[in-house]
């Protein structure tokens, strides 16, 4: 089992700048990746940023340039820079984190959740 936290989330004004933070633990030696994905009323959950634990990073087309995923290994924490935020990032961000379990052909992965961070630019 891997538990996630999140923090950061708020209310900023369009232009400004927010840092969400997610802190894994439990299971966390086998976690393959980790990442944001984000949720607006009335759509679907979309990825936003993810990292790989060789520290590849892939981002969403509309946050490319704006938002910079990284990580502290030392602290089993993902952190998701987000700069120039436009009111249509205002969703609720849920940290992932990706591990597999089990051998061989029987290897799955499985996804974890955190309980979402709201974030809502307005002016």
């Known amino acids: 089992q891997v538990q996630l936290v999140e923090s950061g989330g708020g209310l900023v004004q369009p232009g400004g700048s927010l840092r969400l933070s997610c802190a894994a633990s439990?299971?966390?030696?086998?976690?393959?990746?980790m990442g944001w994905y984000r949720q607006a009323p009335g759509k679907q959950r979309e990825l936003v940023a993810g990292?790989?634990?060789?520290?590849?990073?892939n981002y969403a087309g509309s946050v490319k340039g704006r938002f910079s995923i990284t990580r502290d290994n030392a602290k089993n924490t993902v952190y998701l820079q987000m700069n120039s935020l436009k009111s249509e990032d205002t969703a609720v961000y849920y940290c992932?984190?990706?591990?597999?379990?089990?051998?061989?052909?029987?290897?799955?992965?499985?996804?974890?959740w955190g309980q979402g961070t709201q974030v809502t630019v307005s002016s």
């Open positions: 992932n984190a990706g591990r597999l379990v089990g051998y061989g052909s029987s290897q799955s992965r499985e996804d974890y």
């Open positions: 990292i790989t634990t060789g520290g590849s990073t």
């Open positions: 439990g299971s966390i030696l086998t976690i393959v990746d």
